[in-house]
């Protein structure tokens, strides 16, 4: 075989392991969104659940998805900040960064029903907190906080050390360069980041089973005092997250149309997914051109 | 091969006591690690001249040039004085950062933020505390004169500095330099990234400057050293080997490592 040969050879391979590759994933798609859609309506989207056959709509679930994202956002975006920053740009070379290193590499391998059982034990029976919102999105911080850590690192890290030096050069302190002069020029990475993040919590299942909940009180959605039982901001009442909802539709469902139920519920979990990605590539292209060209 | 050259014999001018300098150094040395890079440089800065620091690649020039104003900080340790206005700004408890708005630096690659031509200006003037628009709008007219930018540029002040060219950039990193009116500038081979048009303007910006700043410029282009400088410092291997005026360096230089450098048989 010649030269040109095995590269004819080659790129045949590549070509076919890639088609195989986005064949799979339209594949899913397509399949989910074929049997789910035509489910899902207007009354599925914004119905209750029936708590015994778990037959019924799912907009309690899909609230507190939201909920329960924006709330483990809150909570890990500013540590993990804080410790990207601190990994990036004032960490030095030593056994103790990598110390800290690694223990972020493991925390990000741990399987999420680990974090799950973790959070159960620690939230919801020693610190008596019970199933609620606020167990199951500190879970999600553990589980969130390695990614985003490294992300913000990474973005940091990207940005020219000239940037730094012309920012020190005019009398600037660390600190002032750092947060008026890198981060602006970080900050598109870093929320295409946050915003993928934000498409894996939201389809976390595993972790929030034993912290947030697996079942979905009929909430008031009149009432937005977080301090009230019924009120759907109430931070300490137990939430199902609609990907919750899909395991237990699936495992313990006793509707009869249980099977239309979690793939409609799965459908919309899917294109919830699909516009987070679309965001972030919006998002961060946006802000990109915001940052880099004019206004 | 490189030639062997004695360190021991050197020719480093003195000013007389009458000539106002701006920056003195007295037994600098710079250590990266074990490193010694820069051996004993004393050398004094006559005030609103334009002195040129010249020698090859690893020669230790930037690394003398970066010391000035404590860019080495965390990166290299610097020992010995650096005299100015009568304060050694090389002691530990010395504010660096009012140090660097005294002394500002220019780099080898342009280097603007990421943000307008206006906010590239006075985004650290802001930060020192200076709010007022008027004054503001008015440092930023000067600075970027001074820089000979200003025509250029005077319409679209709110446009990304990064649409600039490669000499408007760096012409746009000098205003912003010389917006902190500083007193002394100090640029790290400012042309080389340019091509020679983008020079010659950065260079006759560098004679205008001259009236108000003192320069300290490392170069790596002879002839540029021999158009711009009043006296140039000549680098060999950490070692300050000749300082003398720059007709008599690029004339009759005083010693042979100097000699086989400006004749290009070095090494």
């Given at each position: 075989m010649n030269a040109k040969q095995k590269d004819f050879l080659a790129t045949i391979t590549i070509n076919v392991i890639v088609a195989a590759v986005v064949g799979i994933l339209f594949f899913l798609l397509a399949y989910i969104l074929i049997s789910g859609l035509p489910h899902v309506s207007w009354s599925f989207l914004t119905g209750t659940t029936d708590s015994f056959s778990g037959a019924g709509g799912i907009g309690v679930q899909l609230f507190n998805s939201f909920y329960l994202l924006v709330l483990t956002m809150l909570i890990s975006i500013p540590i993990s900040l804080g410790a990207g920053i601190y990994l990036a740009e004032y960490a030095k070379d030593n056994w103790r960064t990598h110390l800290i290193r690694s223990a972020i590499e493991v925390l990000s391998s741990l399987p999420s029903v680990v974090v799950g059982l973790f959070g159960f034990l620690l939230f919801v029976v020693k610190f008596k907190i019970g199933f609620s919102v606020i167990s199951g999105a500190i879970a999600l911080t553990f589980f969130n906080l390695p990614l985003l850590t490294r992300n913000i690192e990474e973005s940091l890290s990207a940005v020219p050390r000239n940037?730094?030096?012309?920012?020190?050069s005019l009398g600037m302190s660390k600190w002032k360069t750092e947060i008026g002069i890198i981060l602006p020029v970080a900050l598109p990475g870093i929320v295409t980041g946050v915003v993928?993040?934000?498409?894996?919590?939201?389809?976390?299942?595993?972790?929030?089973?034993?912290?947030?909940?697996?079942?979905?009180?009929?909430?008031?959605?009149?009432?937005?005092?977080?301090?009230?039982a019924a009120s759907p901001l109430n931070p300490l009442r137990p939430a199902e997250t609609l990907a919750v909802h899909i395991w237990k539709v699936n495992t313990e469902g006793l509707a009869n149309n249980a099977a239309q139920l979690s793939a409609a519920a799965s459908a919309v979990l899917i294109i919830a997914v699909l516009l987070f990605n679309l965001g972030a590539r919006v998002l961060g292209n946006y802000l990109y051109r915001r940052v880099t060209a004019s206004k | 091969m490189l030639k062997e050259y004695s360190f021991e014999k050197t020719a480093i001018q003195t000013f007389a006591d009458n000539v106002p300098l701006a920056l003195r150094t007295e037994d600098m040395q710079v250590f990266y690690g074990s490193n010694h890079a820069m051996h004993d440089a004393s050398l004094s800065f006559p005030k609103n001249q334009i002195t040129a620091l010249i020698g090859a690649s690893g020669s230790g020039k930037s690394t003398y040039l970066r010391s000035l104003n404590r860019m080495n900080d965390g990166i290299a340790t610097v020992t010995g004085k650096i005299w100015y206005h009568d304060v050694d700004i090389n002691e530990p408890d010395v504010n660096i950062y009012e140090i660097r708005r005294h002394i500002g630096m220019v780099f080898q690659r342009p280097n603007p933020f990421s943000k307008s031509i206006r906010e590239n200006i006075i985004y650290a003037l802001r930060a020192e505390g200076i709010k007022d628009k008027q004054v503001l709008a008015e440092r930023v007219e000067r600075s970027l004169r001074g820089a000979a930018l200003w025509d250029e540029v005077k319409d679209n002040l709110d446009k990304s500095a990064l649409a600039l060219s490669g000499g408007q950039q760096q012409r746009l990193c000098i205003a912003r330099s010389i917006a902190m009116e500083p007193d002394v500038l100090l640029l790290d081979e400012p042309c080389s990234a340019l091509d020679p048009i983008s020079t010659v303007k950065v260079e006759e910006t560098l004679a205008e400057l001259r009236k108000k700043y003192t320069i300290i410029i490392v170069t790596h282009n002879m002839q540029q050293a021999a158009r711009i400088s009043s006296q140039c410092a000549f680098f060999h291997l950490g070692h300050v080997m000749e300082?003398?005026?720059?007709?008599?360096?690029?004339?009759?230089?005083?010693?042979?490592?100097t000699q086989d450098y400006i004749s290009g048989s070095f090494g």
């Open positions: 940037q730094r030096e012309a920012g020190l993928l993040s934000a498409g894996r919590v939201f389809g976390e299942a595993a972790a929030l089973i034993y912290t947030a909940g697996q079942s979905a009180p009929v909430t008031n959605f009149a009432d937005w005092n977080p301090m009230d | 300082y003398t005026p720059t007709a008599t360096m690029f004339s009759n230089p005083q010693i042979p490592v």
